[in-house]
């Protein structure tokens, strides 16, 4: 172990020396939640969506799979599926990454230690499952891989929970881009630490990895009402957000966001040196800002009413980082708050866009939004309300107006998750 832990310090060292050397182009992304360190963009409009969908048990093949959707108005089969990859089985499929050179994506369960790693490059339109790294559980002691991020040649892997216990206390995977496990970071329990994780996200120019917290398997495999009328169950939730060293991967700074402090945005714009992260069920806005050499979480704002638990959970930032959508999941509304001053966010429009919402994808351009339905299988509403869909929408500035829908019962496939973009122009050999 002692010999990974020195190899990952030295991969910190290079991935900092990468983004010194490349400075403001390390913002340069397609889509604006993406890592910096990606480096094939998508120029102008994208052709497809992938999305990472939770099986259902008689629905389809029952299996969870990664969906292409055609996105591109121009084509033939504009809004419609042109390509599903079974991983033949159901792990609660949530959340996914792409590489640094956009070849492949990484995905998985959080009711697993498993790892899918698909190709997107040799042919966009038809993804190939072509990895199961399975050797989590075995490497780390962690289950639950929820969040992966690029490093050069490198992979983060932030985990959601453990499989001694099935509690919130996890920690961080480090594997290269052949899959290898190279060493893990526990999440800190000591001065403040509640040793839970979520997400987490790199402001190289800063040398700062961001992290945030959740909660564990015994919670988040629950069904939600079950949760809520638990008192023990509410109290294991996390409460803080972690700054580390990204060179040593040491935690620097602790700080206490009670609440649950899910995505983490940070200003994609060259010169700004902030992020931002809801707080579920606080539904809080969270500002994460360096003050005098000394990094400060801070709250800055209030989503919809907390008292009727609106529960919001993505949050898409715009390229410029002076707006924000965050969805809502119980009353289905996407709103957008504008960010110019970021201390003081202030939400302008706000529309009911499904019956429950989750997760939202913006392009570079801010023109087009893309929204899913599924937060989690025994989280999900029920009966009419339980919509699982893929709805684009195009946005002027003033209006989100749908421009198609792909409706994943229907086609049999099951619950839509999460999403990333591709293109044509990105295969390669």
């Known amino acids: 172990m002692t010999s990974f832990r020195v190899l990952g310090v030295g991969l910190a060292l290079v991935w900092l020396v990468t983004a010194a050397v490349t400075g403001v182009e390390l913002a340069g992304a397609d889509e604006t939640c993406n890592s910096p360190y990606i480096a094939k963009l998508i120029k102008g409009q994208e052709d497809y969506v992938y999305v990472w969908t939770l099986g259902v048990d008689g629905v389809g093949d029952g299996s969870d799979k990664l969906v292409t959707i055609?996105?591109?108005?121009?084509?033939?089969?504009?809004?419609t599926v042109v390509g599903a990859v079974s991983v033949g089985g159901r792990g609660e499929a949530h959340h996914m990454g792409l590489t640094d050179d956009r070849r492949f994506i990484w995905a998985g369960g959080l009711a697993e230690p498993k790892i899918y790693v698909f190709d997107?490059?040799?042919?966009?339109?038809?993804?190939?499952?072509?990895r199961t790294i399975g050797d989590m559980a075995e490497r780390t002691g962690y289950l639950g891989p929820h969040t992966y991020y690029a490093l050069p040649g490198r992979m983060l892997v932030q985990a959601l929970s453990n499989t001694k216990d099935k509690g919130g206390v996890t920690g961080i995977a480090l594997y290269n881009n052949k899959g290898d496990f190279v060493t893990s970071y526990p999440m800190p329990t000591t001065n403040g630490g509640d040793g839970y994780g979520y997400d987490l996200a790199v402001n190289p120019r800063k040398n700062v990895l961001l992290t945030s917290s959740f909660t564990g398997y015994d919670n988040y495999m629950r069904p939600l009402g079950d949760v809520v009328k638990d008192p023990e169950a509410m109290k294991k939730f996390g409460n803080t957000m972690v700054a580390w060293d990204l060179k040593t991967m040491k935690p620097r700074k602790i700080f206490a966001v009670p609440g649950a402090p899910l995505e983490i945005r940070w200003s994609p714009k060259a010169g700004d040196n902030w992020a931002i992260t809801a707080a579920a069920l606080t539904s809080?806005?969270?500002?994460?800002?360096?003050?005098?050499?000394?990094?400060?979480?801070?709250?800055?704002?209030?989503i919809a009413d907390p008292a009727k638990i609106p529960l919001p959970v993505?949050?898409?930032i715009t390229r410029d980082g002076k707006g924000l959508w965050v969805n809502t999941f119980m009353d289905g509304t996407t709103r957008y708050f504008d960010l110019s001053t970021p201390e003081a966010p202030k939400e302008t429009y706000s529309k009911v866009t499904g019956k429950q919402v989750n997760m939202i994808s913006q392009s570079w351009d801010g023109k087009r939004v893309y929204i899913t339905s599924s937060l989690l299988a025994n989280w999900d509403k029920g009966g009419a309300d339980n919509e699982q869909f893929l709805r684009g929408f195009a946005w002027d500035g003033k209006e989100l107006k749908q421009v198609f829908e792909v409706d994943f019962t229907k086609e049999k496939l099951g619950r839509a998750h999460h999403m990333k973009l591709g293109s044509k122009s990105l295969k390669s050999s």
């Open 314 to 316: 993505d949050i898409s």
């Open 284 to 302: 809080k806005l969270w500002l994460v800002k360096e003050d005098k050499g000394e990094w400060q979480a801070k709250e800055v704002g209030t």
């Open 120 to 130: 997107i490059a040799t042919d966009p339109a038809q993804p190939k499952l072509v």
């Open 70 to 79: 055609d996105v591109n108005p121009k084509s033939k089969r504009y809004g």
